[in-house]
């Protein structure tokens, strides 16, 4: 049986059913499979030709014992999860005409128009099938740069074991993010707009902590999470790269580039991983704004916290990506000692410098650049100008980052990873390149219904957030489960 444990070292080991229903770990650290499942290229082989479902049913199989979830359960949750895409590729390639085999995997078919919905739909599934057969309930809550929370809301929407709490900064969301989450009617929905957040969504991970760490309030409410500490959700997210290398490659083992704009590091993760499983990924692409934090990380062995941008890829103003924790583990020959001396350095002071010899183990495979809203909007441009596709800002990160690593990425096919559809960020797109020129590839049905529709409007200030979220949802738990 594969089991899991905290990269941190402390703390029980516990099964795969443990880690997705506690998420973070009981000593504060990322929960990591006791090992890593290898996939040879003859597997690789029989996979080639399947549809993304069947694929991630013999991958998800790698990782989740039978006797916790049987593979009819299993085929039945990935049917509800990716059958509510829109399309019925669930994840489609785009080929680029103007440029040398160049595609864009379209992450953003799902209900709510992002790459989350693809970890998110699953995760949710996963922790209601859970619940309704222990007949428990959950609160969940999340903290947004704007596309986890419209999927957490989503997701969650209707299930009556599970409420969801979702903090967004007020302001720092698109328009469009903020009525996915505000116009749900369902009552076991609960978005809150924080204003004055000074270090963006990252400031609202701190209060959330805070109230996992307070035990009382937490076995009360049976708080978990579904942020991208939780394992399911990486999990899933190695799937995507297993379906982008068969579809693309000319046969298995020949080399594929792939690039991903990336914030908490919570993709690329799973990219990282789904290589060190055995998948010939030639070079991953970490592109970053101008929050640069991964690019610092890859490129000068530093992991530092430094002021928050504000960009137009605004789901990736994210300033520490709490992911590389989880992804180091397996290049420092899963030595928790290092990874928990890092981890409590990190919280003391706010940066640590990598020795050479772990910056060189991680890098392995990786290149890294860091993108400027005026390059992001000039491949944008260049892009819909030469090719009539438009691509949204976070999309255009990986393709300007890949574009100026050219030169090191070699003539192999490119796969640059577009994590939302454009329709979410139009009035960025419309500003670009005019409303009449965009108008259809930036309108989405669901968006537009949205901007008709009731918002519910819970806000607070940062300043005394804690405290007044915590009451809010004390008094919602009391209103709703009388003891
Ligand atoms: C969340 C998000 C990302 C970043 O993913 P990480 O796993 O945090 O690196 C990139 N693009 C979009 C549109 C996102 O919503």
């Known amino acids: 049986m594969l089991?899991?444990?905290?990269?941190?070292?402390?703390?029980?080991?516990?099964?795969?059913?443990?880690?997705?229903?506690?998420?973070?770990?009981?000593?504060?650290?990322?929960?990591?499979?006791?090992?890593?499942?290898?996939?040879?290229?003859?597997?690789?082989?029989?996979?080639?030709?399947?549809?993304?479902?069947?694929?991630?049913?013999?991958?998800?199989?790698?990782?989740?014992?039978?006797?916790?979830?049987?593979?009819?359960?299993?085929?039945?949750?990935?049917?509800?999860?990716?059958?509510?895409?829109?399309?019925k590729e669930v994840i489609p390639l785009h080929q680029l005409e103007t440029r040398d085999e160049t595609y864009i995997?379209?992450?953003?078919?799902?209900?709510?128009?992002?790459?989350?919905?693809?970890?998110?739909?699953?995760?949710?599934?996963?922790?209601?099938?859970?619940?309704?057969?222990?007949?428990?309930?959950?609160?969940?809550?999340?903290?947004?740069?704007?596309?986890?929370?419209p999927a957490a809301a989503h997701f969650v929407a209707g299930k009556s074991n599970l409420d969801a709490w979702i903090l967004y900064p007020k302001g720092l969301i698109t328009k469009a993010q903020e009525r996915q989450m505000t116009t749900l009617p369902h009552t076991n929905v609960h978005p809150v707009g924080v204003f004055n957040c000074p270090e963006g969504s990252d400031d609202l991970d701190v209060v959330i902590s805070q109230l996992y760490a307070d035990?009382?309030?937490?076995?009360?409410?049976?708080?978990?999470?579904?942020?991208?500490?939780?394992?399911?959700?990486?999990?899933?997210?190695?799937?995507?790269?297993?379906?982008?290398?068969?579809?693309?490659a000319k046969e298995v083992g020949a080399?594929?580039?792939?690039?991903?704009?990336?914030?908490?590091?919570?993709?690329?993760?799973?990219?990282?991983?789904?290589?060190?499983?055995?998948?010939?990924?030639?070079?991953?692409?970490?592109?970053?704004?101008?929050?640069?934090?991964?690019?610092?990380?890859?490129?000068?062995?530093?992991?530092?916290?430094?002021?928050?941008?504000?960009?137009?890829?605004?789901?990736?103003?994210?300033?520490?990506?709490?992911?590389?924790w989880r992804f180091l583990y397996f290049n420092v020959e899963r030595d928790s000692t290092k990874i928990k001396e890092w981890m409590e350095t990190f919280e003391r002071t706010g940066q640590v410098i990598f020795d050479a010899e772990t910056m060189a183990e991680y890098r392995k495979g990786f290149l890294s650049k860091s993108i400027s809203d005026e390059q992001t909007l000039k491949t944008i441009k260049n892009v819909f100008d030469k090719e009539n596709y438009l691509l949204d800002p976070h999309g255009a990160v990986a393709v300007a980052a890949a574009d100026q690593l050219k030169a090191q990425l070699?003539?192999?096919?490119l796969i640059c990873l577009a994590t939302a559809h454009p329709a979410k960020f139009s009035e960025t797109l419309e500003r670009l390149l005019g409303a009449d020129q965009i108008s259809r590839a930036a309108r989405h049905p669901s968006i537009e219904e949205a901007?008709?529709?009731?918002?519910?409007?819970?806000?607070?200030?940062?300043?005394?957030?804690?405290?007044?979220?915590k009451e809010t949802m004390n008094t919602h738990w009391d209103l709703h489960h009388p003891s």
Not at 237 to 247: A, D, I, S
Not at 451 to 469: E, G, R
């Open 255 to 324: 080399p594929v580039n792939m690039a991903v704009p990336s914030g908490g590091f919570g993709n690329l993760c799973a990219g990282g991983l789904a290589r060190k499983m055995g998948l010939p990924i030639h070079y991953l692409v970490v592109a970053n704004n101008q929050n640069a934090c991964l690019n610092r990380i890859f490129t000068q062995g530093v992991f530092s916290k430094q002021p928050i941008h504000e960009t137009v890829s605004s789901a990736i103003d994210i300033l520490v990506p709490i992911n590389f």
């Open 410 to 413: 070699g003539g192999h096919p």
């Open 215 to 248: 035990d009382t309030f937490k076995n009360k409410l049976n708080l978990s999470s579904v942020n991208s500490l939780n394992w399911g959700r990486i999990m899933m997210q190695t799937v995507h790269y297993f379906y982008g290398y068969l579809r693309i």
């Open 3 to 87: 089991n899991y444990k905290s990269n941190k070292g402390g703390g029980p080991t516990v099964d795969f059913e443990k880690a997705i229903m506690d998420g973070y770990a009981s000593d504060g650290g990322l929960y990591v499979p006791a090992y890593l499942p290898k996939v040879t290229h003859s597997d690789l082989n029989q996979w080639k030709s399947l549809s993304y479902k069947a694929l991630a049913f013999e991958v998800l199989s790698l990782f989740i014992d039978r006797s916790i979830v049987s593979a009819v359960e299993l085929r039945l949750l990935l049917d509800e999860c990716y059958d509510t895409f829109e399309t």
């Open 451 to 469: 901007k008709v529709k009731c918002q519910k409007n819970y806000t607070c200030h940062y300043s005394h957030l804690h405290s007044a979220f």
């Open 105 to 149: 995997m379209e992450l953003f078919y799902g209900p709510t128009l992002s790459f989350k919905d693809v970890g998110m739909s699953f995760m949710v599934n996963l922790v209601n099938f859970f619940l309704k057969r222990k007949s428990e309930h959950l609160s969940v809550i999340v903290a947004t740069t704007g596309d986890t929370g």
